[in-house]
């Protein structure tokens, strides 16, 4: 026998509990609002009994049938010396001065290379330069038979000095190429 659950019809509903009544209102607090109230009022009075207390004379306060011992006379000091005259030198001096250094001639190390990879393939180098090619920069792929076998270099220069050689270095860099060194042009 099959069960008709859509004629079955609809439960009925319980009434929601606690909906019917509003709720209950708490009554004011009075004597928490006395307590404050009061606290309120004694801090007004400190504030006005200490008022202008510091501006009072001596004579009018109650402690003033205390005897109090006389200020001691101040001693007179003696006025302070005049502010000497100072007295510049290297204003008049300096501009009719010459001063000799003695610059040390620079040793230039020779001729420097950069090298920026070494390659077992002449393919991978050849790579290498033309994206150095693209920067702006001519670089040689050099072959060279060691111990370890055949490498492909890829060697810029040479140059004369090393600060040109670290200005082609940081404009690789800027590129994405951070392998390069610099050493003396063997």
């Known amino acids: 026998m099959a069960k008709d659950y ?3 019809g609809r439960p009925a509903r319980k009434p929601a509990r606690g909906r019917s009544k509003a709720p209950a209102k708490k009554p004011f607090p009075w004597p928490m609002a006395l307590v404050v109230v009061a606290l309120l009022c004694f801090f007004g009075y400190l504030l006005l009994t200490i008022q202008g207390a510091s501006d009072r004379e001596e004579g009018t306060t109650p402690d003033a049938a205390v005897e109090q011992p006389a200020p001691k006379p101040k001693k ?9 005259q100072e007295d510049w030198q290297y204003i008049d001096v300096l501009p009719n ?3 000799e250094v003695e610059v040390p001639e620079q040793e230039t190390g020779g001729p420097y290379q950069m090298q920026c990879g070494s390659f077992r393939s002449e393919d991978q180098a050849n790579a290498m330069r033309a994206t150095i090619a693209f920067q702006g920069l001519e670089s040689q792929v050099r072959r060279s038979e060691g111990r370890n076998g055949v490498w492909f270099r890829v060697v810029l220069g040479p140059y004369e000095r090393k600060r040109l050689a670290e200005k082609d270095r940081h404009t690789l860099q800027r590129s994405g190429i951070n392998t390069c060194q610099i050493w003396l042009w063997n």
């Open 76 to 84: 007179e000091q003696a006025p302070l010396p005049e502010k000497p």
């Open 6 to 8: 859509a004629g079955r």
């Open 97 to 99: 001065s010459e001063v």
